[in-house]
C-alpha cells in the first residue's frame, strides 16, 4: 500500500529537549516536505527536498532543521523546541508537480 | 507570486443541499490545480484535480473545473452528505515547482 508514515503521532515534550519526528514513503517519490499547521493559518511549508541531499527552506524554516540522506527518508529535527512550536506537522510526499501524499499527522506539544 | 484564495469558511449546510466553495488563483503560465480535503483527525488527501485549461476534475461527487479565463477552480456538489463535513483545501502547482501553493482551507459542516 502506498504511503508516508509519520512517528510519533502525539508527542509531548519540554522546551529545549531535542527531538525529532520520523517521516518515510514507499513511493520512491524525489519531492518530499514538511508542513505546519495552526488553527487560523492555514498550512505552512518548513521544509522541502527535491531529491537525496536537495534541501531548501519553506516559509516558516526557523528553529527546525531537515535532512534526506535516502530517498524515502525525510525525518524533521527540533534542535531545541518552544512552546510556540506546538502545532500539528505533516510530511507530505510526490512526483514532482503532482498531487502530494500526506501522512496522517504529528500533534506535537512543547511546554 | 503565485497565490490561492478560498472562501472563508465556516460554511454550514443542510443534508442534500448545493455546495459551492470557491477558489481563485494568482499564476502566471499554465499551473496544475487541486482540490485536497482533510476530515476530521486526519491528514490532507487528494479529492480531485485538473492539468490543463478547461478540464473537469472529478471524485465522490465533487467537481471543479479550471477555467483560466477567470483564473478559478471552484469546487461543487449537487447533493452534501454528512460525511462530506471535512477542511477542504485549493492549491495549485507546476510540473517543475519546487512547492505546492495552498489556499487557507474552508471548513465544511453538513448538518443531518
Known amino acids: 500500500e502506498a504511503q508516508v508514515t509519520q512517528n510519533p503521532r502525539y508527542l509531548i515534550t519540554v522546551t529545549g529537549k531535542k527531538l525529532t519526528v520520523t517521516c518515510s514513503q514507499n513511493m520512491n517519490h524525489e519531492y518530499m516536505s514538511w508542513y505546519r499547521q495552526d488553527p487560523g493559518l492555514g498550512l505552512r511549508q518548513i521544509y522541502y527536498?527535491?531529491?537525496?541531499?536537495?534541501?531548501d527552506k519553506g516559509d516558516v524554516p526557523e528553529g527546525y532543521k531537515v535532512s534526506r540522506k535516502e530517498k524515502r527518508n525525510f525525518p524533521l529535527i527540533l534542535e531545541s523546541p518552544s512552546p510556540n512550536q506546538t502545532s500539528l506537522y505533516f510530511c507530505?510526499?510526490?512526483?514532482?508537480?503532482?498531487?502530494?501524499?500526506f501522512g496522517p499527522g504529528t500533534r506535537l506539544t512543547v511546554t | 507570486g503565485n497565490s490561492v484564495t478560498q472562501m472563508e469558511g465556516p460554511v454550514t449546510l443542510s443534508e442534500e443541499a448545493f455546495l459551492t466553495i470557491n477558489c481563485t488563483y494568482t499564476a502566471t503560465g499554465y499551473p496544475s490545480l487541486f482540490w485536497y480535503v482533510q476530515y476530521p483527525g486526519e491528514g490532507l488527501q487528494l479529492l480531485l484535480k485538473?492539468?490543463?485549461?478547461?478540464d473537469k476534475g472529478s471524485n465522490k461527487g465533487f467537481e471543479a473545473t479550471y477555467r483560466k479565463e477567470t483564473t478559478s477552480f471552484h469546487l461543487e456538489k449537487g447533493s452534501v452528505q454528512v460525511s462530506d463535513s471535512a477542511v477542504y483545501f485549493c492549491?495549485?502547482?507546476?510540473?517543475?515547482?519546487?512547492?505546492?501553493?495552498f489556499g487557507s482551507g474552508t471548513r465544511l459542516s453538513i448538518r443531518p
Open positions: 485538473a492539468t490543463k485549461a478547461d
Open positions: 492549491a495549485l502547482t507546476y510540473s517543475s515547482a519546487s512547492k505546492i501553493i
Open positions: 507530505a510526499s510526490s512526483r514532482l508537480g503532482d498531487e502530494q501524499y
Open positions: 527536498s527535491m531529491n537525496v541531499e536537495v534541501t
